[in-house]
C-alpha cells in the first residue's frame, strides 16, 4: 500500500483574509482534461423528494458544480450509459453495485475508486452501495427518527468528486473548515469557499468568476425565476369520462420544452397492485387536436432522446413525448391500451430554462372512495423566491360548458400538503371559508359555491393537493393550480 | 389516516431508510466495534506487499499488510496476522480508495478485524476500525483514531464524533482495558 500521500494545505487567500484547509491527496487531471462520467445511476423505485426522477438526475448538479468551479478540466457525463465499473478501462463509471470490484462493502455507502500513475490522475470510479437506500433532498440533513439522516444522493456524489479530483478532508487533516469535503456528512450541501479554494489551487478559477457560488439546482430544468416547473397527477382511470386528462397553460414569448409522461406499471414498486398496465399517452392543443401521442416510450422516434433526458419512465410499456409548444393552452390526455383501467400517473417537466413559463396546470380524473382512489397532483415550485398560487378543486360546475359532464363529483374537499406530507390548507367549500374575499381578489373563484380553492404563497418545494369528495362520495373532478404571480 | 398514507407512498418512501453521519461511512459505535470485530489485537506493521488480483472488469491490485501481533484482545490472530485490502500500487501504478487507512512499516495500530479476504477493507467501519498507537509528550502510549485526532472518550464513538476526540488522550491501557471490560459483559 502506498504511504500517505495527503499535504496538508493551509493557504491564505489573495484577499489575505481567510484561511483556507483544504488538503490534497496529491494527484490532479492533466490540464485540459474532459473527465467524462459514465452516468449508470438508474432509477429509483420510488419519487425522490427534490422531484427528480432518477439517480442520474438526482446526482448530475454536483458534477456541474465542480465543473462550473474550475478552469483547467470540466466534467460532463453520459447520461445512462450502462457502462459497468471496472478499474483500468479508463471510463469513470458512476455505478450502484453490490461489490466493490468483487469485495464487499462492509459498513461503506459509496467508495471512490482511483488510479492513477506518479500524480497524474487517469481514471476515477464512484460506486455506491446498492444495499442501502438513497433519496435526493435539498436542505438541511433530515433525520427521519432518532438515528442516522436519510442519505442525499447528491451529497455524497458531491464529496465523491472532490476525491476524484483530488482532495481529501480537511478535518482528517486537523482543519477546522466548513467544507464538503469534511469527513461527516453535515447540512452542507454545495461547495464551500474552502472546496472552492481547493478546486482552485489544483485547477485554477474560471475565468471571470474568480470566487463562484455555485447553486444546486433541484431538478433537471434550472431557471432563474421562480415558477411552476412540473405537474403530476394520480388517480385510477377509467373509459370516456373517467380517463385521465391534464391541462396546462404556457405562457411567454419563446416556445418551451416540455416532457410528459404517463406511468403505471412502476406503480406497483409503491404497492399498489391495481397500476393501469399499459398507459396511452396523447397530447392535444386547444382546438382538441392531437399534436403527439405514444405508447411504450422505447417504441417511439424519441426513444434516444427521452433516455438521455434523465427522465426516461422505468417501465417499457410507459408512454413518454419530448415536444417544445408555442405559448397557449394544451391538454394530455391518458387512457389504458385496449379499454384497460386502473391507477396510473401523468406528468409534464419543463425542459428548459427560459422565461416562458406554466401559468396553470390542471387535471380531470374520477375522484373514488377508496384508500388510493383520492385525486393526487403534485406540483413543484422551483426557483429563488416564494411563489404564490391559487389551487382549486372543481366538481358541480364540470356539468356544464362546452363538454358536460354527467358525472361530477358533487362537492370536493381539497387538501395541500408540503412534499413531507405535512397538512398547509384544507378547504370545503371555497364561499365559506375565511379565503373566500382573497380568493375573489385572484379574479378566479370557483363557479359553484361547492367547490373549494385555496390561495397560498409557497416556497421552491414539492407540494400536493389532494381532492376527495366530502362524505366519501365519487365522481369525475378537476385540481388546478394557477400562478398568481405577473 | 388514508389520505397520509397516500401522499407518503407516493412522496415519502425514501424515508424508509438507514443512514449514515459520515459522507461513505457510518462511524460505528464502541458497543459495535467489540461485537462485530472478529479479531481485536495490537499490533506492528512488519510488511507490505501489493499484487494484481481478479480478472476482466474486476482486475485490481490488492494489499497485504502484515502485523506482528503483540497483544490479542479478542479471537486468536497468532502471532502474525495478515489483512488484505482493496488498493495498492505496483509497477508504479497506483489504485487506491478515498478514505481507506493507509498503513506504512512500523505503524503500531489496534484493529478491529471483519470479514478479511472478502471486504475490500477488512475493518470494522473502514477506516474507523483502526486506532494508532502513539507516543505523547510524556512517553505515555496513548490512542489515536485513523484521522490522527486522540481519541478521549471510547464511549462517544459513533455517537458524537467530536466529543470522542475532546478531552485528554486515552491511554493504550485504558483502551484495551474498555475492550475487555466489553467483552467480559
Redesign the interface.
Known amino acids: 500500500m502506498k504511504s500517505a500521500l495527503w499535504a496538508i494545505v493551509a493557504m491564505v487567500a489573495s484577499l489575505g483574509t481567510t484561511a483556507h484547509g483544504y488538503v490534497l491527496s496529491g494527484q490532479t487531471w492533466p490540464a485540459g482534461t474532459n473527465v467524462v462520467l459514465q452516468m449508470s445511476l438508474g432509477n429509483p423505485l420510488f419519487p425522490l423528494q427534490d422531484g427528480t426522477t432518477s439517480y442520474n438526475e438526482a446526482a448530475v448538479p454536483a458534477a456541474n458544480m465542480w465543473s462550473s468551479s474550475v478552469q483547467r478540466v470540466q466534467l460532463s457525463q453520459v447520461m445512462n450509459s450502462g457502462v459497468s465499473s471496472s478499474s483500468g478501462d479508463n471510463m469513470n463509471s458512476v455505478v450502484f453495485a453490490s461489490s466493490v470490484f468483487g469485495q464487499s462493502f462492509g459498513a461503506a455507502i459509496a467508495v471512490t475508486y482511483y488510479r492513477y500513475s506518479g500524480s497524474t490522475m487517469r481514471e476515477a470510479d464512484i460506486i455506491f452501495n446498492q444495499a442501502k437506500v438513497f433519496n435526493s433532498y435539498r436542505g438541511p440533513l433530515q433525520f427521519p427518527g432518532p438515528g442516522p439522516a436519510i442519505l442525499d444522493i447528491r451529497r455524497v456524489f458531491l464529496h465523491e468528486l472532490g476525491h476524484a479530483l483530488g482532495l481529501n478532508h480537511p478535518d482528517t487533516g486537523g482543519q477546522q473548515v466548513v467544507a464538503v469535503m469534511n469527513s461527516i456528512m453535515s447540512n452542507q450541501e454545495v461547495l464551500s469557499p474552502d472546496d472552492l479554494a481547493g478546486g482552485h489551487f489544483l485547477y485554477g478559477a474560471p475565468t471571470g468568476t474568480p470566487t463562484p457560488t455555485p447553486t444546486p439546482s433541484p431538478s433537471a430544468t434550472p431557471s432563474a425565476a421562480c415558477h411552476l416547473v412540473n405537474v403530476s397527477t394520480r388517480l385510477r382511470i377509467g373509459l370516456s369520462d373517467n380517463v385521465l386528462i391534464g391541462g396546462f397553460i404556457i405562457r411567454g414569448t419563446q416556445p418551451k420544452k416540455l416532457i410528459l409522461r404517463a406511468i403505471g406499471p412502476s406503480l406497483t414498486a409503491w404497492g399498489m397492485p391495481d397500476a393501469m398496465a399499459d398507459p396511452v399517452l396523447e397530447l392535444h392543443d386547444s382546438s382538441g387536436g392531437v399534436i403527439a401521442a405514444n405508447d411504450d416510450w422505447q417504441n417511439g422516434p424519441q426513444m434516444s432522446e427521452i433516455q438521455t433526458s434523465g427522465l426516461a419512465p422505468v417501465h417499457s410499456a410507459e408512454s413518454a413525448l419530448i415536444a417544445t409548444l408555442p405559448p397557449g393552452n394544451y391538454t394530455t390526455v391518458v387512457s389504458g391500451v385496449g379499454g384497460g383501467q386502473g391507477i396510473g400517473l401523468v406528468e409534464a417537466y419543463e425542459f428548459d430554462g427560459n422565461a416562458t413559463r406554466f401559468i396553470n396546470i390542471s387535471t380531470r380524473g374520477r375522484v373514488g372512495t377508496g384508500q388510493d382512489e383520492p385525486m393526487i397532483g403534485g406540483f413543484i415550485v422551483q426557483g429563488g423566491a416564494a411563489k404564490r398560487v391559487i389551487i382549486r378543486a372543481l366538481g358541480p360546475s364540470l356539468t356544464g360548458g362546452p363538454a358536460p359532464v354527467a358525472n361530477a363529483l358533487a362537492d370536493p374537499f381539497l387538501e395541500l400538503h408540503d412534499g413531507n406530507g405535512n397538512a398547509l390548507a384544507v378547504n370545503d367549500d371555497w364561499s365559506n371559508g375565511p379565503q373566500a374575499g382573497e380568493i375573489v381578489g385572484t379574479g378566479l373563484p370557483p363557479a359553484n359555491d361547492l367547490e373549494s380553492a385555496i390561495v397560498s404563497t409557497l416556497g421552491p418545494g414539492n407540494y400536493t393537493a389532494v381532492v376527495r369528495g366530502t362524505n366519501n362520495t365519487a365522481g369525475v373532478g378537476l385540481v388546478e393550480v394557477y400562478d398568481l404571480d405577473p | 389516516m388514508?389520505?397520509?398514507?397516500?401522499?407518503?407512498?407516493?412522496?415519502?418512501?425514501?424515508?424508509?431508510?438507514?443512514?449514515?453521519?459520515?459522507?461513505?461511512?457510518?462511524p460505528?459505535t464502541f458497543d459495535q466495534l467489540v461485537s462485530d470485530a472478529e479479531f481485536i489485537f495490537e499490533g506492528t506493521v512488519t510488511e507490505?506487499r501489493?499484487e494484481w488480483a481478479?480478472a476482466?472488469?474486476?482486475?485490481?491490485i490488492m494489499?497485504h499488510?502484515t502485523f506482528n501481533v503483540e497483544d490479542a484482545i479478542k479471537g486468536a490472530p497468532g502471532k502474525t496476522y495478515t489483512i488484505r485490502?482493496?488498493?495498492?500500487?505496483v509497477e508504479?501504478?497506483?489504485?487506491?480508495?478515498?478514505?481507506a487507512p493507509?498503513?506504512?512499516l512500523g505503524d503500531r495500530d489496534i484493529l478491529f478485524v471483519?470479514?478479511n479476504g472478502?471486504?475490500?477493507?477488512?475493518?470494522?467501519?473502514?477506516m474507523?476500525g483502526r486506532f494508532h498507537v502513539q507516543t505523547d509528550a510524556g512517553g505515555r502510549d496513548v490512542v489515536a483514531k485513523d484521522?490522527?485526532?486522540f481519541l478521549a472518550d471510547a464511549a462517544k464513538l459513533g455517537q458524537d464524533?467530536k466529543a470522542a476526540i475532546t478531552g485528554p488522550a486515552l491511554s493504550v491501557a485504558d483502551f484495551k482495558s474498555a475492550i475487555r471490560q466489553k467483552l467480559s459483559k
Do not use: W, Y
Not at chain 2, 398514507?5 to 425514501?14: H, P
Open positions: 388514508k389520505l397520509f398514507r397516500s401522499l407518503l407512498l407516493l412522496f415519502c418512501v425514501g424515508f424508509a431508510v438507514a443512514s449514515v453521519r459520515a459522507t461513505t461511512v457510518v460505528p507490505t501489493s481478479g476482466g472488469a474486476e482486475r485490481h494489499t499488510v485490502m482493496l488498493g495498492g500500487t508504479g501504478e497506483t489504485m487506491e480508495v478515498a478514505d493507509r498503513f506504512k471483519e470479514h472478502t471486504q475490500f477493507i477488512p475493518l470494522v467501519g473502514i474507523h484521522n490522527g485526532a464524533e
